[in-house]
T-cell receptor, first 111, second 116 residues
C-alpha cells in the first residue's frame, strides 16, 4: 500500500509568521509531488508542484523535496488569514501517474 | 474556460437506495477521475479514465459502484445499493493528458452524498 503521511494538525500560526507543512511518502518510485489547498466545503486547488530535489519558490510559497528522505514540505511565508485551509499533499506514482493524497493538514492563521 | 461541472451538488438517500452522479470535464481533457473524500480525509481515487477506457479502478468497490464514460467526454458514477459508509463528497477531476509526470488535475465542486 503506497502511503502519504501528513500531520493532521491543526497547525496554528499568527499572521505574518512562516507556516511549515510536512509530508512523507512510502513509494521510492514516486515521480512528482503536489500541494493542494482545500477551503472548507470547497474542492482542492493546486498551489504548487515539484519533481526535482531542492526548493521551488512561487510567491509566498516554497516547496521543498528530498527524495532520499522521502520527504516533501511546503513553507508559507508572511501567512495571511486567507491561507487558513486544509493543505493536501499528493504524490504521483506509477505508469498511470495515479495521485495518492495524504489526509491533509488544517492550517489556521490567526489575525 | 469553463471548469469541471458536476451534478447534483447535494444528495440525500436512504441506505440500499441507488444514486448516480454526473461529471462533465474541461473541454479537451482526455483524462477523467472520480474521487471519494470522506470527512477528515484526503481524496481517494475510485476510477481513472483515459478517453473512454478505464486506466485504473483498483479502489472501486465493484460490487456496488460502477462508472462509465461512453463517448470519452462526460461520465457517470453510480452506487447501487448505497451503504451508510458511502456518505462522502464525490469529486470529479480532469486533466489534459496521461503520460506526463506533471499533469495538473482540475477538480469540480463535488457532490455531497448523505446516506441515512
Amino acid at each position: 500500500q503506497k502511503e502519504v503521511e501528513q500531520n493532521s494538525g491543526p497547525l496554528s500560526v499568527p499572521e505574518g509568521a512562516i507556516a511549515s507543512l510536512n509530508c512523507t511518502y512510502s513509494d521510492r518510485g514516486s515521480q512528482s509531488f503536489f500541494w493542494y489547498r482545500q477551503y472548507s466545503g470547497k474542492s482542492p486547488e493546486l498551489i504548487m508542484f515539484i519533481y526535482s530535489n531542492g526548493d521551488k519558490e512561487d510567491g509566498r510559497f516554497t516547496a521543498q523535496l528530498n527524495k532520499a528522505s522521502q520527504y516533501v514540505s511546503l513553507l508559507i511565508r508572511d501567512s495571511q488569514p486567507s491561507d487558513s485551509a486544509t493543505y493536501l499533499c499528493a504524490v504521483n506514482t506509477g505508469s498511470n501517474y495515479k495521485l495518492t493524497f495524504g489526509k491533509g493538514t488544517l492550517l489556521t492563521v490567526n489575525p | 474556460e469553463a471548469g469541471v461541472a458536476q451534478s447534483p451538488r447535494y444528495k440525500i438517500i436512504e441506505k440500499r437506495q441507488s444514486v448516480a452522479f454526473w461529471c462533465n470535464p474541461i473541454s479537451g481533457h482526455a483524462t477523467l477521475y472520480w474521487y471519494q473524500q470522506i470527512l477528515g480525509q484526503g481524496p481517494k481515487l475510485l476510477i481513472q479514465f483515459q478517453n473512454n477506457g478505464v486506466v485504473d479502478d483498483s479502489q472501486l468497490p465493484k460490487d456496488r459502484f460502477s462508472a462509465e464514460r461512453l463517448k470519452g467526454v462526460d461520465s457517470t458514477l453510480k452506487i447501487q445499493p448505497a451503504k451508510l459508509e458511502d456518505s462522502a463528497v464525490y469529486l470529479c477531476a480532469s486533466s489534459l493528458m496521461l503520460g506526463k509526470s506533471y499533469n495538473e488535475q482540475f477538480f469540480g465542486p463535488g457532490t455531497r452524498l448523505t446516506v441515512l
